[in-house]
């Protein structure tokens, strides 16, 4: 089955087959490889865009610099932004910039990490997590 993802590192649109997911996959356009996954920052048209096309699920992060906690996961939600590659994609959305997708998704405290399937958030935490947790949470969402 194909899947498209979007590229962490230029935001291409690369389609996916599932007997990929053991070879090097390079992104067609940047031809950086797919697995090094990363974070990516969000706004709205960009959060958009992968709610739009990725096939995966997404995991997007609300958080603000003035927020120790937030910091404090940075680290983490990026190790587990690049265990998860192929999997789910994880965005960053800097709370204090993006209002409009703060109100619209009703975050009260941050850290708030909400999951993504298929346009619709099906879970969410508000607060400070280690890699593993993160995954593990994740893993049981999708
Ligand atoms: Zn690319």
């Known amino acids: 089955m194909n899947k498209n993802i979007i590229c962490h590192h230029c935001l291409e649109k690369v389609g996916v087959k599932k007997s990929d997911s053991e070879t090097p996959l390079y992104c067609k356009r940047c031809k950086k490889s797919l697995l090094e996954a990363k974070t990516v920052t969000a706004n709205t048209r960009i959060l958009e865009y992968f709610l739009t096309h990725s096939d995966l699920p997404l995991v997007v992060e609300f958080w603000a610099p003035w927020c120790g906690p937030c910091l404090a996961m940075a680290p983490h ?42 346009k619709k958030e099906i879970a969410r935490f508000t607060s400070m997590r280690s890699s593993k947790q993160i995954q593990k949470w994740v893993k049981q969402h999708i």
């Open 77 to 118: 939600f990026e190790k587990a932004a690049f265990a998860m590659a192929l999997e789910a994609q994880f965005l960053k959305v800097n709370n204090e910039n993006e209002h409009a997708l703060g109100s619209r998704f009703l975050i009260k405290n941050i850290p708030a990490v909400l999951i993504f399937k298929k």
